[in-house]
């Protein structure tokens, strides 16, 4: 049975914040997703590297060290032209994602 990633490590005072960051990681990895259905056979990948670079200051703001991790793969395969391994990755983005919003219901409802 697959172990469940840690919460996020949110720095104090950021708390409130919890929910837009987390609507925020969901709209943005939906966008992912857009951008690896566009991906070019041979080219630059400009776009990808720059929206997860954007992504992952989010998840380091947030203390969000797994989705932080996963970013730094998507924006160094992106910088580096390697296409491959990125429709993995971003599905790891997505599930990830996800899991914030249960995370961040459950903190919301005080289970945390």
């Known amino acids: 049975m697959p172990t469940k990633p840690p919460p996020p490590e949110i720095p104090e005072g950021l708390e409130h914040l919890l929910a837009l960051f987390v609507a925020e990681m969901v709209k943005d990895a939906v966008r992912l997703v857009e951008l690896v259905g566009t991906l070019p056979d041979d080219g630059p990948l400009e776009d990808m590297a720059e929206h997860a670079h954007a992504m992952r200051g989010k998840a380091g ?5 797994c989705l932080y991790a996963l970013l730094t793969r998507v924006e160094r395969s992106a910088l580096a ?11 790891r983005v997505v599930e ?4 914030l919003e ?3 219901r459950d903190m919301a409802a005080g289970q945390v």
């Open 61 to 65: 703001l947030f203390g969000e060290h």
């Open 102 to 104: 249960v995370y961040g």
């Open 96 to 99: 990830r994602s996800g899991q």
């Open 81 to 91: 032209g390697d296409a491959a391994p990125l429709p993995d990755l971003v599905t």
